[in-house]
């Protein structure tokens, strides 16, 4: 399998051009952590958080697994950041499993915690493939939950936006329509899945805009680090795998293998002064 030329491109632009030299100043960064399952790492997730701290990042949050399996070690994970890092955090929350009373719970004590920022989810059930099903005292989705939180105290709220529609969705309209839902229930900003493609969310862009949108969407960046792992949360979410995926240097026994930067590079080639914000 031989390279193309863009492919190249996008590998080159990856390795021997800073990513943000064209910027006109600052670019505000956020960052995404998925609490520890064990002591050891733990202490590897600490290690990033102090190494990413001088960045001054926006906010940095951390994730709530599958049917809200890592409640309370999402929990403590964003009460130490607050305390110790001194760092803005923002905790994930899903409607999974949980009435609005189990909500109610959660969210006052996160804001006893100091967490004034809650990514707003609906969630999906723990098993892989299975349909959300809303407890029955619970909220029925994202844009419940988050008229829901604004009642409960005034929380800055994120929510997820889908480039490639969410995989539940009936088609593309109805995706940016209930992401319209969720903002007029008092969202602040929604946070993009991530893509592979800079065209994928510009396109994303334009038909939010045309839908009367204005609030800020963060462009979702993953590094990737594990080809596997990336195709198997792509496939999950339903973003489109890009040939830069695979690129490494042309040599001559050249073989695909990962780069960890060309996502990023790609999503920032040639329009990086259209971003303020990434995630």
């Known amino acids: 399998m031989n390279p193309t030329f863009d492919e190249l491109r996008e590998h080159r632009t990856a390795l021997d051009t800073p990513l943000f030299s064209g910027l006109p100043g600052d670019i505000d960064v ?65 409607c999974v499993g949980a009435s609005k009373a189990d909500i109610r719970e959660v969210a006052e004590h996160y804001w006893e915690a100091g967490v004034r920022h809650i990514v707003a989810l609906r969630g999906d059930a723990g098993e892989p493939g299975a349909p959300f099903t809303p407890h029955p005292e619970g909220y029925a989705g994202a844009a419940e939950l988050v008229a ?78 594990n080809v596997a792992q990336a195709k198997k949360f792509a496939g999950a979410c339903g973003a489109v795998c890009s040939k830069g995926l695979m690129i490494s240097p042309p040599r001559a026994n050249w073989s695909p293998r990962p780069s960890p930067l060309n996502c990023a590079a790609a999503c920032m080639r040639a329009e990086s002064g259209t971003f303020t914000s990434i995630h």
């Open 148 to 225: 829901g939180l604004k009642d409960i105290a005034d929380f800055e709220i994120s929510v997820a936006a889908y480039p490639e529609t969410h995989p539940d969705a009936d088609c593309p309209q109805s995706d940016i329509d209930h992401l319209k839902r969720k903002l007029d229930a008092g969202a602040t900003r929604a946070i993009s899945q991530f893509f592979f493609s800079a065209d994928t969310f510009f396109r994303f862009r334009d038909k939010l805009a045309a839908a009367g949108i204005e609030q800020k969407v963060l462009p979702g960046i993953l590094p990737v680090t």
């Open 30 to 94: 956020s960052f995404e952590f998925f609490p520890p399952k064990s002591e050891k790492m733990e202490e590897q997730l600490w290690k990033a958080v102090l190494e990413l701290a001088p960045l001054a990042p926006q906010f940095v949050s951390v994730t709530y697994g599958a049917g809200g399996s890592t409640r309370e070690r999402t929990h403590a994970t964003v009460a130490r950041i607050i305390k110790e890092a001194k760092l803005p955090a923002a905790a994930h929350l899903t």
